[in-house]
């Protein structure tokens, strides 16, 4: 489905943010990437959602080469991918029912955009999806309302409405709670099996990468240093991936690094 190769993104003078990145996903599930701040994690995706440009290689969703795709053609392979942001970018004054259901405005008019009249089968849709995100009492609360944990469960029905090829994830469990981000985490492994799609998931928390994913993939340097089972995260890889770090008397990875990001490097 997606198919990434020698992807480059270089901001300025400095290391590249992403150097020769190759990642093949052809599977549902969670594929964790994990990696210290500036490894360039954020940059991965929004380098594949062209929120930034490349500056080399290429990136293919389901045949299409995406990276040259300009106006209508872009807007419509962006509408495939969905997108799960660590801030929520929920429009506060709005409904919950209405929230989600901005993830069809890639597919219906302008008018029904601005009048927000929706088919009736994108509502129902809206409503199914709130019920599995255990939100379908919440369809006329505002989303400023809402707690973290809420929002970002609207943030995850959104993107499942755009009936998405893949879900992009940028550190969906950052501004939550332990226990919420399990919970997050939790949906977002069943829900991708459940509708078939697979979710690139950025995250600092190696425990929740094991614990969830199918793959991880590590990043260092703008350079993927790992790509394998969550199980064969060792400490001699996670050393690899995050250099000096400290850990717990139990091994559990508790600083993401001592060693600050080089200058012109994105996380």
């Known amino acids: 489905m997606l198919k990434i190769t020698k992807?480059?993104?270089i901001y300025g003078p400095g290391r590249p943010a992403l150097y020769e990145f190759d990642l093949a996903i052809d599977e549902p599930g969670l594929t964790a990437i994990i990696g210290p701040s500036g490894a360039g994690k954020s940059t991965l995706l929004r380098c594949i959602n062209r929120?930034?440009?490349?500056?080399?290689?290429?990136?293919?969703?389901d045949g299409v080469e995406i990276t040259k795709l300009k106006g209508a053609a872009l807007r419509d392979v962006r509408r495939r991918i969905g997108m799960i942001f660590q801030s929520f970018n929920l429009i506060d004054r709005l409904t919950v029912m209405e929230n989600v259901l901005s993830g069809r405005l890639g597919y219906v008019s302008f008018w029904q955009a601005l009048t927000?009249?929706?088919p009736q089968e994108d509502i129902d849709r809206a409503?199914?999806?709130?019920?599995r995100v255990g939100l379908a009492h919440y369809v006329n609360k505002r989303a400023d309302a809402l707690s973290g944990g809420e929002r970002q469960r609207v943030g995850v029905a959104r993107a499942l409405m755009q009936d998405p090829k893949i879900i992009l994830a940028d550190e969906p469990t950052a501004s939550l709670d332990p226990k919420t981000s399990i919970q997050i985490m939790g949906?977002?492994?069943e829900l991708s099996e459940e509708f078939s799609i697979p979710?690139?998931?950025?995250?600092?928390?190696?425990?929740l990468a094991r614990r969830y994913s199918r793959r991880v993939v590590g990043l260092q340097g703008g350079r993927k240093v790992f790509d394998g089972n969550p199980g064969a995260l060792t400490e001699d890889v996670l050393d690899a991936i995050y250099g000096t770090a400290d850990r717990d008397p139990e091994g559990v990875l508790t600083l993401e690094s001592s060693t600050a990001a080089p200058s012109g490097v994105a996380g």
């Open 187 to 189: 949906f977002l492994k």
């Open 51 to 61: 929120l930034v440009e490349p500056t080399s290689g290429s990136i293919e969703l």
């Open 7 to 9: 992807l480059t993104k």
């Open 116 to 118: 927000r009249r929706f």
């Open 127 to 131: 409503y199914y999806l709130l019920e």
């Open 199 to 207: 979710v690139l998931v950025n995250l600092h928390n190696v425990e």
